[in-house]
């Protein structure tokens, strides 16, 4: 008996990037702060002279990126 070849497959795997281009909406919060002069008696309604802290805080978004990696087919090699 002598061993004899009957044939050969080669098998290439390669990889496809696909560039893509999103529009994305971001929105913003901003903060506006304005001080007037004013001439008026004082009210009950205004609380004056009393330690207090106001805080305001500007808010946005940011668009996160990922990647992805997909197979999209697979082979199967039997040998008998």
Known sequence: MRDVSHGRIRIR???VETPVDEQVTLREERVAIERRPA???L???DQAF???TIEAEERGEEAVVSKEVRITEEIVVNGR
């Open 13 to 15: 795997s390669y990889v």
């Open 50 to 52: 009393q330690e207090r």
């Open 39 to 41: 001439d008026r008696a």
């Open 43 to 45: 009210s009950d309604a």
